[in-house]
């Protein structure tokens, strides 16, 4: 099993950035995909961006391509998601998730959540 909790999110104006972190525990990420989704309220969850095990390979929404980056560290068992230049669209619930193939809604294990609230 491996658990997986999120920290980082907040209240920021458009333009501004925050960086989600997503700290796992009870395996070693280093053989799972890493991924984030986002769910704004009365949306279906939706695929931001995704990690392989390795970092070497990257996967983006296009909505948030160029704008977000993910990364990851697997000696600190723990993903991340800097995001640049918010929109109040980016407002949602962002979870994190693993998987040993393809990250989506479909994957295993998922985070709680945090909030990330855009004003504009």
């Known amino acids: 099993q491996v658990q997986l909790v999120e920290s980082g999110g907040g209240l920021v104006q458009a333009g501004g950035s925050l960086r989600l972190s997503c700290a796992a525990s009870?395996?070693?990420?280093?053989?799972?995909?890493m991924g984030w989704l986002r769910q704004a309220p009365g949306k279906e969850r939706e695929f931001v961006a995704a990690?392989?095990?390795?970092?070497?390979?990257?996967y983006y929404a296009d909505s948030v391509k160029g704008r977000f980056t993910i990364s990851r560290d697997n000696a600190k068992n723990t993903a991340y998601l800097q995001m640049n230049s918010l929109k109040p669209e980016d407002t949602a619930v962002y979870y994190c998730?693993?998987?040993?193939?393809?990250?989506?809604?479909?994957?295993?294990?998922w985070g709680q959540g945090t909030q990330v609230t855009v004003s504009s």
């Open positions: 990690i392989n095990w390795s970092g070497g390979m990257t």
């Open positions: 009870g395996r070693t990420i280093s053989s799972f995909h």
């Open positions: 998730a693993a998987d040993r193939t393809v990250v989506s809604y479909k994957s295993p294990y």
